[in-house]
Structure formats: structure tokens, C-alpha cells
């Protein structure tokens, strides 16, 4: 059955499309596009180019942007209230995207950690622990204004107990009836994040913090149906598993317990480590990507999102 392409296509199991991706990316409040030195490709990116990237998201028919806010670091509280504020970068940004193209999914995160002059998720005591249900009240506020600017999808991604509900709740009393949440239900305390934390900038407000009280240990398999089962009793429509590769486990377990729309996110230090081999002539980027893409498929993922996905949407484009 091999030995043909005709016949390795014929026993195919799993398929990766464009309809798969969603793609990740980063809005300041500067002008025109900064690189982010530890994940080549990728851009800080101001409003107007959002939209060229939008416009491309739609062209190579990747159906969802993921919207992540870098503020600027004069602007971060204790409390990051410019996170819910009506005119901040991600509202904009959802406004701009929806007015422009009103066809295109937007999702957008919910968490406090770029907002924060300590870079945790949530608000904190003085001993730096994470306070869960003050930090719920944040999120709710943050979501309300991330719906009311027309987000599509959100996203916590704080890993608070019991904000699911209560962003649920709130969504039905002010009337975002179709508001879609995808939880991330299983997110790990990983080192893995590195990258991410300096393209938003609240690497150097974390310090040397972690965040260990809050998102998972690596080391529990269990703990993450139990989380995923909360998320989704308390109306996530989607869940999420995070990091990709190294938690393939995991995103087969969700899937197969609960048959319910399964996410995985390829983060930003999975994508560094094939671009930095990528550039050395270790790997070929195109060849392993792809591979990793089809991997979360056959794991059970219903869509990833992942750095890769306008290169990857051109990629399946060529191969077609
Ligand atoms: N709310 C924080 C958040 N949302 C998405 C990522 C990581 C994404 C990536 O690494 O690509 C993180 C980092 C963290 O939890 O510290
Ligand atoms: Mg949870």
C-alpha cells in the first residue's frame, strides 16, 4: 500500500486543511510591524497591519485570528485595568478586524498577564499568590468588552477555577447570546511560554515568578478530564490543551472521553525550536511542521492554533 502515491493517499487517515488553523498574533500600541527577536516570523503588529494580515487569514481561508494585546509598559497597574478599558489595543483591534471584514472569525484572550506590572494573569495578594475569585470579577469585565467590540470567540486562558461560568453568565445577561468560549482548560505551567512572554512583553514583569499555583503540573494526566469536565459543565463550547507536541497525550485523552470540540495550541517555544534549527540547515521547517500539524490532527485535535497557520494555509495551497 506504500509503494504508490496513489495508494499511500487511498489509506490516509487524517487530514490537515486550512479550515484546521487558527492564527495567533500580536497588536501593539506602536506603529507598523516589530519583530520579535526569539520567534522569527512573527510581529508585533499595529492596527493597520492587522488588517493586511486579516485579509490574508481570509485569501488562504484560515478561518480564525487569535488576538493578543502588548500594551505599552508605561500603561500596566497592579490590577491591569487597561485591560477592560473601551478603547484599549485588543477592543480596537476587534472593532477594526469586524468592521473590516465582517466574515472573518475573531477570537481574542482573556487573561491580565501583558496589562500587569507583576505579569500574572490575575490580581495577586502580597505574597504574590494569585487571588482566583478577584481575578474572576477582571476576566468578566475584560470579556464583556472584548464581546461588546464584537469578538467572536473567547478565550481565558488564566486558568482561574470557575470563570467559565461566570463569563458564561455574564455573556447571557448583557445579550451575547452567540458569544462562542473556548476554554483553556488544560494549560500547563510550561517553559515553553518563554517566547510569548517577551512578544508581549511581561517577561520582564514576571521576573523570576512563576506560574506554578495556578496552571498545571506537567506531571498530571488525570488532573486535566477533570478540568476539561469543569470547563465544559460550566459552558465552554470548545476546550483547549496547551502546550502541543510534548502533551499529544493529553489532547488524545480529551478527545476520546468527551467526543467535544478539542483544541491544541502549538506555542510560541515549539515554534522557536523548529525555526531556530530551520535557520542552522538542522531541519527542514516546511517538512517538520507540517508533520507536527498532522500529528495534533491524528492525536484528535479539531483545530490548532499555531504560528505556522498562513505559511502552513500556503503550504497545503502548493500541495493541492
Ligand atoms: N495568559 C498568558 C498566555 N496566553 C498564551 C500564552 C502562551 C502562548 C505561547 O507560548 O505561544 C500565555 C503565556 C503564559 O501563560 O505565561
Ligand atoms: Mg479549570
Do not use: C
Request: hydrophobic share 45%.
Amino acid at each position: 500500500m506504500r509503494h504508490d502515491e496513489f495508494s499511500r493517499r487511498l489509506m490516509r487517515e487524517h487530514v490537515l486543511t486550512a479550515n484546521d488553523l487558527i492564527y495567533p498574533v500580536f497588536v501593539h500600541e506602536g506603529q507598523g510591524r516589530v519583530p520579535v527577536a526569539s520567534m522569527p516570523g512573527v510581529d508585533r503588529l499595529s492596527i493597520e497591519e492587522l488588517l493586511k494580515v486579516g485579509e490574508q487569514a481570509l485569501e488562504l481561508g484560515v478561518p480564525v485570528l487569535d488576538l493578543f494585546g502588548v500594551p505599552e509598559a508605561s500603561a500596566k497597574t497592579a490590577d491591569g485595568r487597561i485591560a477592560w478599558a473601551e478603547d484599549g489595543i485588543i477592543q480596537r483591534a476587534i472593532r477594526a478586524l469586524k468592521a473590516r471584514f465582517p466574515e472573518l472569525g475573531v477570537m481574542s484572550d482573556q487573561a491580565l498577564d501583558p496589562y500587569t506590572t507583576h505579569g500574572q494573569d490575575g490580581l495577586i495578594d502580597e505574597s504574590g499568590y494569585i487571588l482566583n475569585d478577584e481575578t474572576i470579577e477582571a476576566l468578566v469585565k475584560q470579556s464583556l468588552s472584548h464581546a461588546a467590540a464584537g469578538a467572536d470567540i473567547l478565550s481565558p486562558s488564566d486558568m482561574m477555577d470557575g470563570r467559565i461560568g461566570a463569563i458564561r453568565a455574564a455573556l447571557e445577561a448583557a445579550g451575547f447570546i452567540h458569544t462562542r468560549i473556548m476554554a483553556y482548560s488544560a494549560k500547563y505551567a510550561s517553559a515553553f511560554y518563554g517566547p510569548f512572554r517577551s512578544a508581549v512583553g511581561s517577561a520582564a514583569s514576571l521576573g523570576k515568578g512563576n506560574k506554578y499555583s495556578y496552571q498545571m503540573d506537567p506531571a498530571n494526566s488525570d488532573e486535566a478530564l477533570h478540568e476539561v469536565g469543569l470547563d465544559l459543565a460550566e459552558g465552554a463550547d470548545m476546550v483547549m490543551v496547551k502546550p502541543g507536541l510534548p502533551y499529544l497525550d493529553i489532547v488524545y485523552r480529551v478527545k476520546q472521553q468527551f467526543r467535544r470540540p478539542t483544541y491544541v495550541y502549538q506555542v510560541s517555544g515549539e515554534y522557536a525550536m523548529i525555526k531556530a534549527a530551520a535557520q542552522n540547515g538542522w531541519l527542514d521547517e516546511r517538512a517538520v511542521a507540517m508533520e507536527s500539524l498532522l500529528a495534533f490532527k491524528r492525536a484528535g485535535a479539531d483545530g490548532i492554533l499555531t504560528y505556522f497557520a498562513l505559511d502552513a494555509a500556503r503550504w497545503l495551497r502548493e500541495t493541492r
